[in-house]
DNA sequence: GATGAATGAGAGTTCATTCAT
DNA sequence: AATGAATGAACTCTCATTCAT
């Protein structure tokens, strides 16, 4: 079962995005998705096993697509420097462009039990890798330091990235979350050399 | 109503760690907590307006204690980068020797409607504020940069630390989470200097 | 939501009446009507907004159908004696040969908060309307007095009668409620003319 | 158990008639009254068996005198137009002058199960008692006619004259409801007669 | 594939009543 | 007698999910 594809799937998703970051996850029926989408309940069952489906989903497909759209980006960089600054412009611009998305990926997404969520954790490690790459490539460069531990500079990196929009997300949304690149890039490559 | 105070409501808050940390937050039930607290039912809403409110008081329990122990250590401190590292150190030794706490701090309380959540956001200020003044405390002693923007500073602290204690959260704590402190410091340090 | 009309919800209307009347409303919970009616608890949701409502719902389809029965009678009626005669006998018999509904009627309905209830006392007026009308027919007529006031006299034949049915609907129905009709009308009409 | 005498018996009694009329009596709280008395809620249960015995007693003690009273009145009567007339004076008087009463006795007594009180039922028939011996009277007097059931003459009158304290007791009371008694009056002797 | 009426499990909350002090 | 903290039974309503059409 769950097609997970077909224009109804997008119908579904795209409705999905607007209802969460409008009600919240919790607050959102599975009734209410359908008439935005402009399908029956029932339907939503033949593209999603169930509603928690339908936030993990989201969440993949965005993920993908934002993976997919900063790897782009790094590949006409010619450093790590120029790399990380592209994650941190990346990550910044693609949410601070989309506000709907931002919500659902900063609030609503952590509504639902951590504890099982493979389908949340298995994308988003996808763009760990990308960081932890980054950094490997900064030490064989010789520009960041060697006795930094990958792993933990990565959690230092996103959870960084993450909080900035975390408050942006949360907040009238009155600045350009984007032109916050700079100064965070600043922070964090320092931290790195 | 609710008296916030007494020996049962500690009784019922202790209680309500251990089964959120167990069960998360939505799966447990009002009769668990009670159950688990030994006390009725109805005793819990002599307590607590209702289910979320008793979140939400943990939560600021916790704070109030974790900022007031945090005050406390930075008064021994000699000068920002100390007290930097204090803060560092003191949140990731707390959550680490805590592993119930931690589990709902970062987890659970991000189960509830953010939108609405002064109760949780104000508790955390208190947080955010101690980290500004240390930043602001750098930039007068000369040993932080003045280009600095407090606030994105701040937010890059915190959400780095955030960040490594959810890592350790959610994994199988196999690690010593007080450990990190040093890489994380400095990794944070250089980034202000 | 509430669609209040269809097979099951005529179904459900009619549950309630035998519950009601057997249990008396408050005791009566929505679960036992969902059985009664061979459907489920949520399935009493669809077409009715909330318990109350069921009972408001009963008291509206009785006396629309109440009502219009009873201006029928009257159509064939050649004076307002007649009519006022055909107004105690038709109230009395109707309620005389359904006690479920009389007991609904009389008992149940004055369980709910009538300072809300709109529901309850607009499809009344139709019937306090029908009994003016023949009052002001019989001044009109030259048969009742003219120094009447017609609200007041339409709350003492109402109340009048009500009160021979309540007294009924409370006792264990020995006796036939609509041979009291003569006697009733009798005692009314006098006091008109 | 259950006193049902002393200082603070009345002082509930009083406080609950101010409650119910306000907030109705499935609305009121039991510690509301208490409240409202200035006891604690177990205090109540010194005086009351339970909360259906506070508005069946106010129920009692209101009937009681207001029986005792009319007595008093009857008293004074010479024949039994006389005394039909301070029946219906002294019914619509009281009432109109105690609103609270009023629509603690005309509605909110109506919310408890009909089926079971005798407390109810009881005081009650000490007045359909007065009223039925006047009309005993009349007969032997031979003011009121002989082929008149006295039952249904009681239910005829009782009901009218309820009626029009219902509708005053649901209604803004813009109008005193003691100008009705001499209408009312003469509706009701002429049927007799 | 699509529908949407029907299902029924599930839990938060209230509040009359009790009883140790 | 008086207190009021504690009890725990009771029940409405919601909404994710199913399935006959």
Known sequence: M?????EKYFAILEAAVKTFARYGYHRTRVSDIAREAGVADGTVYIYFEKKED???????????QFVEGLRQQLAEC?????????VVSYHLNTL????????VTQIELRQIDQTINEGISQPLLNYFKVIEEVIAEGQKEGL????LNIRTARKVIFGAIDEVVTCWA????AYDLGSLAGPV????VRGLQ
């Open 2 to 6: 769950a097609k997970r594809t077909g």
């Open 54 to 64: 339908i936030l993990i989903s989201l969440f993949q497909e965005m993920m993908t």
């Open 78 to 86: 010619r450093n790590c420097n120029e790399k990380l600054a592209a």
């Open 96 to 103: 601070g462009n989309r506000p709907e998305q931002a919500k």
């Open 144 to 147: 960041y330091r060697h006795n």
């Open 170 to 173: 949360m907040s009238k949304k």
């Open 185 to 188: 890039y600043d922070l964090l």
